[in-house]
């Protein structure tokens, strides 16, 4: 790995709510070109994790995340999505009477808008997001629907992808996009996700289960527990997790 | 509270933008009511005796009558003899005969609210009548429309080139003694707009009126009547506005539409008078009776209404569903920030058979401020086949405004279909967080969640106005994002 290629950099990051600690003095890696799945237990921190990366607020956060050279954590959410960062949502909002394109394109012109480029007019933009609905085997109608309004879970989470294949990002983060997904669909999902591969580009798929990793191969795998990471690995360390549970971990880390 | 309630309420905080007070000559009676003032407005009018009387008749009537308490409301009593009951430009004295006789700063004034009074409001298509305070100013296209037969002029010129239509039909809807403030509406209204819409004619534009209260102490009491002969359409649309002051000032209007057989009206409401400061000081208090009558069968009258303005707003566009087959909508997109309060929503009757009513109500709250939705579905024996459905919805911004929502139903014939869905939801972190992970900043995530809220009241605006509708909630919504 070459150290100047690093996208993400995550120092010593801890993360509270209240009292109550979340993550402690986590520190990770990512450079572009790599996939990295984070696994571990319910309640170890993974999503809370993902968004802290996107900028939620309601946290008390220390420590340091660095994102293409810059320490993004003063930065608003919409500052870090400029900048190319972005999150997949474990449970995407409904936005009544707010069209699907609608919100696509005022996003992806407000990225545009702030890499200086023109924003797409209603015609371009068709022809860009109906090229990658075809991908994500997403039905036409959609494009008149409301954001996620009355979507099934399996729809709600390709929408997710679809959103990640039109903005392009360099960093995208997945929480827990496999979760709830019947097999088809998770094809689907991992499909877009694997034309997303791009030496410029980082994934981070957080995950419950090893079965997203027989599809998108991970080139690091890390253990969540009890808000550190408790291990790394390649793909193998999944495949031991799912043989084993998580529970070996949680001994580790509590013996630690 | 949390740092992302006071972004939104810091965002909420918008300028009001028509609060300039025009400096011009009126005619402004002293406060005070008594008898002889309802007599000087009939006088000033030159109105015919049977108007004189009728005002007489309210006026009587309403001395009898207790102020009304039972909307969620609160307000300090109101005096009426702090309040002047007539106010006009001075060169309004004799009305005048076309826009060149109007007083150039009112026409100033009616430029900076941006409405199109001289000919070039062709191409709006909309033909004007302006209400400055108590007196209409000037009714635009009044030529073009009288090729086709239609009538829409001011109040006091139906008085006296069509007193026997008025006769007939004024407070065949609104009954003098029907509420405290439409009785005293009766008694010293000083005009308004007069809509007639003959046989079989589909007006050929919309027609439209601009309330603005400029005087200082005064109330506005004007009056509309729309008449729809059989098988005719037509469409209306009012917008109000009012200078800033630190007193409360009165508007206490009176809408009746009359619908017969087969004939159609669209009434369309953007209501922007001046809410009060952030303080809660000042504003208007808009306690309006409007009521659309179906007289006729398959008739369709439609109230469509952008609240957004008003200090207290307490008004229910009601449908009186009295022809077979008649069918009354009621579209209201209600917003109130700061300390505003909003008491509104709708009465549906049904008495014909097969009649139809669709309430869609959505209600946003944000500040301290309240908004409720009070609605009647009334099913009358005989009255087989209604149909009913209404969906309330209530949209909260910050965690210091209210909503409530208060549905009475009372229905006697037991094949009537009555629905009634209703949502409370909070413009929420997770929606602002979603739209702005994605990059869209948060003033026009708030925009795009508000104006998705209201999508389907603002799809029945007339299209020039649905657009002027988004603007104004993106005003009253405007403010420094943290």
Not at chain 1, 8 to 26: A, Q, T
Not at chain 2, 365 to 371: E, K, L, M
Request: glycine fraction near 8%; charge should be negative; charged fraction near 25%.
């Amino acid at each position: 790995m070459r150290k100047n290629n690093i996208l993400l950099d995550i120092n010593k990051l801890s993360v509270s709510i209240g009292d109550k600690p979340i993550l402690r003095d986590l520190s990770l890696q990512v450079a572009a070109g790599e996939v990295h799945a984070i696994m571990g237990p319910n309640g170890s921190g993974k999503s809370t994790l993902a968004q802290v990366l996107a900028g939620r607020a309601g946290y008390e956060v220390s420590g340091e995340v660095r994102y293409l050279g810059e320490d993004i954590l003063d930065f608003s959410p919409e500052e870090r999505a400029w900048r190319g960062l972005f999150l997949a949502f474990q449970y995407p909002v409904e936005i009544p009477g707010v069209n699907n394109v609608y919100l696509l394109k005022a996003a992806l012109n407000a990225q545009r808008k702030y890499r200086g480029e023109a924003p797409l007019d209603a015609f371009e933009f068709l022809t860009v997001i109906k090229e990658k609905m075809k991908l994500m085997r997403i039905d036409e109608s959609f494009l008149n629907r409301s954001v996620n309004a009355g979507f099934s879970g399996g729809e709600k989470k390709r929408n997710e992808i679809l959103q990640m294949v039109v903005l392009e990002p360099r960093l995208a983060v997945l929480d827990e996009t496999d979760s709830g997904l019947d097999i088809d669909a998770l094809k689907v999902v991992a499909s877009g996700v694997n034309t997303m591969r791009d030496p410029e580009r980082a994934i981070v798929l957080i995950t419950h289960y090893q079965r997203l990793l027989d599809y998108i191969k991970p080139d690091k795998v890390h253990v969540l527990a009890d808000g550190r990471i408790a291990r790394s690995g390649g793909p193998e360390l999944a495949l031991e997790l799912e043989e084993k549970g998580y529970d070996w971990l949680r001994d580790e880390a509590a013996s630690a | 509270m949390s740092k992302q309630n006071q972004e939104i309420e810091d965002f909420v905080g918008g300028q009001y933008k028509h609060g300039f007070v025009t400096d011009i000559q009126s005619d402004t009676i002293p406060p005070g009511l008594d008898e002889s003032v309802v007599r000087l407005i009939s006088k000033k009018k030159k109105e015919p005796q049977f108007m004189l009387d009728w005002r007489l008749q309210a006026y009587a009537h309403w001395q009898t009558m207790p102020t009304p308490a039972w909307a969620h409301v609160h307000y300090p009593p109101i005096d009426f003899q702090e309040i002047s009951y007539f106010s006009a430009p001075k060169s309004a004295d004799d009305a005048p005969r076309s826009l060149d006789e109007v007083d150039p700063k009112l026409l100033e004034t009616y430029e900076k609210l941006g409405i199109p009074l001289h000919e070039r409001a062709r191409l709006a298509g909309v033909a004007v009548d302006a209400v400055f305070d108590s007196v209409s100013v000037a009714t635009t296209f009044k030529a073009k429309l009288a090729e086709a037969g239609v009538i829409f002029c001011p109040f006091s010129e139906a008085v006296q080139e069509h007193p026997a239509l008025l006769e007939q039909y004024l407070g065949s809807v609104v009954p003098y003694a029907d509420n405290f403030y439409a009785c005293l509406n009766s008694a010293v209204f000083s005009d308004g707009s007069f809509v007639f819409i003959p046989k079989g004619v589909r007006c050929p534009m919309e027609l439209s009126t601009y309330f603005r209260i400029n005087e200082a102490k005064t109330g506005q009491f004007e009056r509309t009547l729309i008449i729809a002969e059989e098988g005719s359409h037509v469409s209306y649309l009012e917008g109000c506005t009012a200078p800033m002051r630190d007193e409360n000032q009165l508007h206490a209007a009176v809408v009746e539409l009359i619908a017969l057989d087969d004939a159609q009206i669209k009434y369309a409401t953007v209501q922007n008078w001046y809410p009060g400061d952030a303080e809660g000081r000042g504003g208007i208090f808009n306690f309006v009776t409007k009521r659309g009558d179906c007289r006729g069968n398959n008739s369709r009258i439609s109230w469509t209404q952008v609240e957004t303005g008003s200090a207290i707003t307490w008004k229910y566009p009601s449908c009186i569903l009295r022809g077979d087959n008649s069918i009354g909508e009621f579209y209201s997109v209600a917003v109130t920030n700061n300390f505003q309060q909003a008491d509104t929503g709708t009465k549906m009757i049904h008495i014909g058979k097969n009649t139809r009513s669709t309430i869609i109500s959505k209600g946003i709250s944000a500040g301290r401020a309240s908004t409720a939705y009070r609605g009647l579905v009334k099913v009358l024996p005989g009255a087989t086949g209604a149909r009913n459905f209404t969906q309330c919805d209530s949209l909260l911004m910050g965690d210091r405004c209210a909503a409530h929502t208060f549905p009475y139903m009372e229905v006697k014939e037991p094949d009537a279909q009555i629905e009634h869905e209703a949502t409370t939801s909070k413009i929420g972190e997770d929606e602002l967080f979603y739209c702005r992970q994605r990059g869209i900043e948060e003033e026009d995530a708030v925009n795009m969640i508000v104006n998705g809220f209201c999508k389907e009241v603002f799809k029945e605006l007339p299209m020039e106005f649905a657009v002027e509708a988004q603007n104004l909630l993106a005003v009253s919504l405007e403010g420094a994002v943290g």
